[in-house]
């Protein structure tokens, strides 16, 4: 199998708005190593989400590939796109993207929606099984507006983790939080890292930069050299 998991090839992304063209990336290339841990840095409104986006399939790029296992996904069609996300890759966001009415167990539920795997009860024991390895089996029935800012990451951690997927991208995982609570979050995302998943991280946090294996810098839309 090839070493490289993710693959961008002169990515392009055009957003036309009110008569104004901007270019949010300018002909972005990169390999994300199978199993490695990289960040994307650089400054604010300089295309990181959106090279993000993009290379979990979330967009589509104005011009460019993006390949997973050497599979071209800008080629696939809305459902098979959606079934590739739902097979290979586990989004983490800054605010977390939790449903508001429904539990925790219920929001990871949900993310089995679509699996061809086990039955709702099958889907039940997983998310059991998640919440209790992110220490929160006592929040199985509590919605998010019950839950710190640390506890609902930790349970959009464990959402992402629903369908096992080897490929996990974190948009600011700990941009919303507290020292404390950053610090819960950084344990579980390293040891998800130790534990063989390949994971890619949009940051500006300095601490989690310094663990990374790989270095992707952003600016004007463009890969930097470091």
């Known amino acids: ?14 957003y036309n708005t009110s008569k104004v063209k901007t270019h949010a990336l300018r002909g972005v290339s990169l390999e994300v190593p199978r199993g490695s841990f990289s960040c994307i840095i650089g400054p604010s409104g300089h295309g990181k989400s959106t090279l993000m986006h993009l290379m979990g399939g979330l967009d589509r ?16 069609s809305n459902s098979a796109l959606a079934e590739l996300r739902a097979k290979k890759i586990g989004f983490i966001f800054q605010f977390f ?3 508001r009415n429904l539990t925790a167990e219920e929001n990871i539920e949900a993310a089995m929606m679509f699996s061809k ?20 089996s006592d929040k199985l029935k509590a919605k998010p507006s019950e839950l710190s800012g640390g506890q609902q990451q ?40 130790k534990e063989g998943k390949t994971i890619v991280i949009v940051t500006h946090n300095g601490e989690i930069a310094k663990e990374a294996e790989m270095i992707f810098e952003i600016r004007d839309g463009k890969v930097v050299n470091r």
């Open 117 to 136: 795997n086990g039955n709702s009860k099958a889907h039940k024991e997983r998310a059991k099984e998640l919440l209790s390895l992110l220490g929160l």
């Open 61 to 76: 790029p104005t011009e460019g590939r993006v390949l997973i296992d050497d599979l071209d996904i800008t080629e696939l």
């Open 97 to 99: 993207n939790l449903l």
């Open 154 to 193: 930790r349970v959009a951690i464990a959402r992402a983790l629903a369908n096992d997927p080897e490929i996990l991208l974190m948009d600011e995982p700990t941009g919303n939080l507290d020292s404390e609570s950053e610090s819960e979050v950084l344990e579980h995302i390293f040891k998800l890292h």
């Open 1 to 14: 199998m090839n070493d490289t998991v993710i693959k961008t090839e002169n990515l392009i992304k055009t």
